[in-house]
């Protein structure tokens, strides 16, 4: 790997007041969890994602989408961050990164001590009740749920889903708004182990560009996005990343 695009981003984010970053599953994988997205992943070779992991799916066979769905959480569970997390949250620390915007579920980018973190596709903390939205936390039906057993509502009795966001829910308006805003305001913006073709997400970097921002993509393949960026770096994240910060110290 040349230094020179690498160097390239440092100076770019040096120069920047507002630097922002877009995180999706290409982050998590060295930690060992699958891009569950993806139909490359092999998730879903058997399995039909609209039928277990959709909304709909959800009302009308909770009890599979506990089946696909636990052995996945708990894989996340047992995660630690890698590499790339550490490098994000030292970013953080040293004032190099304002805001931080994940597609992903597992809560590793907080775990390695980011602060300023915004889910678009929700999280494992907490389930609400689908109903009402009474909230709780996800610990308290977990067992159940490790059982295969669907939970519901002590308020209400209605279906208790946690909160990750599945296909065909629209995603949570505050986080969308933020991640929106930050895009359009943010004078670079990082787009890291994402391939960009989940919409609204695929739509940030795009945002940031037309408002005059500069767009640094890191993937190890290339994405859609890559024409409008400023720099790409198509390599393992969790070796660039690293190299990155150290770049930015010196
Ligand atoms: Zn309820």
């Not at 690498?6 to 994988?29: E, F, K, P």
Request: with cysteine; net charge negative; hydrophobic share 45%.
């Amino acid at each position: 790997m040349t230094n020179f695009p690498i160097q390239q981003a440092a100076d770019m984010i040096r120069a920047a007041s507002y630097v922002m970053v877009l995180t999706g599953a290409g982050v998590s994988t060295p930690s060992g969890i699958p891009d569950f997205r993806s139909p490359s992943s092999g998730i879903w070779n058997k399995l039909d994602p609209i039928t277990v992991a959709s909304i709909w799916g959800y009302h009308d066979n909770p009890q599979a989408f506990y089946r696909w769905f636990m052995p996945l959480a708990r894989q996340i569970r047992q995660a630690r961050p890698n590499p790339a997390h550490v490098a994000l949250a030292e970013m953080e620390l040293v004032a190099r990164l304002n805001l931080l915007v994940t597609q992903n579920i597992d809560g590793l980018h907080q775990i390695a001590g980011s602060r300023h973190v915004v889910e678009l596709h929700g999280h494992l903390r907490t389930a609400s009740c689908l109903a009402c939205g009474h909230q709780i936390e996800l610990d308290e039906i977990w067992p159940q749920a490790d059982r295969g057993q669907v939970a519901h509502c002590q308020t209400c009795g209605g279906l208790m889903k946690p909160d990750v966001i599945l296909f065909g829910e629209p995603l949570p308006y505050d986080a969308l708004r933020a991640a929106q805003e930050a895009a359009l305001f943010c004078d670079v913006l990082i787009s890291i182990g994402t391939s960009l073709e989940v919409e609204p997400a695929s739509d940030l970097p795009h945002l940031a560009r037309r408002s005059g921002s500069r767009v640094i993509i890191v993937n190890r393949q290339p994405t859609i996005a890559d024409k409008i960026a400023d720099v790409t770096i198509h390599d393992d994240v969790a070796t660039v990343l690293p190299a990155l910060v150290q770049a930015l110290r010196r």
